[in-house]
């Protein structure tokens, strides 16, 4: 009887570990698929006027003064310090969510001067059309967050009615001459920017972008004049109509290492268990 006892204590702390193991399982091998809604992606490996989206659909138009840089943060990439170099879709852009307008902008950035009462040095800015049209704009807008990143919204008419303003960021910290990894997006509560692997403010909010006439890498979306533009290159852009969670954006940034598309495709990250043999 005491071995009967036992054996059956035994079983039952071998049925615990198994149903605790299976428990565990989904998310010790969640899946991150970066492919799942990329709608757009730039290399930016060749000197083109025009860079190539390497899925096809949405590629660059820039301005005068944009340059090609040779050795960047993966290959080539794009100089946008000369003022109003940027790359711009008019009409939008093809593969743009309009169910549930989620999106996220992620790519690779360096300044080369970060003017903290001076400027205004944006990454990424969207506009909407109407009278007088609307901005939503990201990045730094001197004097009225110094040296922090701040999220921008104009006032004017627009398909989203967040309230107007400026929201900073709060202790930023980013290097000039050195690559960071921005992402930026609407995930379907809150707008989010995370630099590197850190998330530095969200917004949340019920409303949201339906619609994009202009998308601007490395400027301002309602045409500043003056020192609107970015000071220093870009590098492997993309666009996703979904909000990237956090995880998949530590992925990407991959300790400063970076993570990157070829001919538009990610590798799909291995979460295949180890084969057990005996």
Not at 127 to 146: E, F, H, R, V, Y
Request: charged fraction near 20%; charge should be negative; aromatic fraction near 12%.
């Amino acid at each position: 009887s005491a071995i009967n006892s036992s054996n059956s204590k035994m079983k039952n702390i071998l049925i615990l570990i198994i149903e605790m193991f299976l428990l565990v399982l989904p998310l010790s091998f969640a899946e991150i698929d970066l492919n799942d809604e990329l709608i757009a992606y730039w290399d930016l490996d060749t000197d083109d006027a025009t860079p190539d989206d390497q899925l096809g659909d949405n590629d660059w138009t820039t301005n005068t003064g944009t340059s090609f840089a040779a050795s960047c943060k993966n290959d080539g990439c794009m100089d946008i310090t000369g003022q109003g170099s940027r790359g711009i879709f008019t009409g939008g852009v093809t593969g743009w969510d309009t169910t549930d307008d989620e999106f996220t902008f992620a790519g690779w950035w360096l300044s080369d001067d970060i003017e903290g009462g001076i400027a205004s040095e944006h990454t990424y800015a969207i506009q909407t059309g109407g009278s007088p049209s609307k901005a939503m704009q990201i990045g730094w807008d001197d004097p009225l967050c110094n040296t922090e990143y701040n999220f921008r919204l104009d006032s004017g008419s627009a398909t989203w009615d967040i309230t107007s303003g400026i929201t900073c960021s709060s202790g930023l910290s980013i290097l000039v001459d050195t690559w960071h990894f921005h992402a930026f997006g609407f995930n379907g509560t809150h707008y989010f920017l995370r630099i590197d692997d850190t998330e530095y403010y969200s917004l949340e909010t019920a409303t949201h972008l339906a619609d994009m006439d202009e998308l601007h890498f490395g400027d301002t979306a309602s045409g500043n004049s003056g020192d609107a533009f970015w000071k220093g290159m870009m590098d492997e852009q993309g666009i996703w109509s979904r909000g990237l969670s956090k995880d998949e954006i530590v992925f990407l940034y991959n300790s400063g290492t970076g993570r990157f598309a070829t001919a538009g495709t990610f590798v799909t990250a291995d979460t295949t268990p180890p084969t057990v043999t005996s």
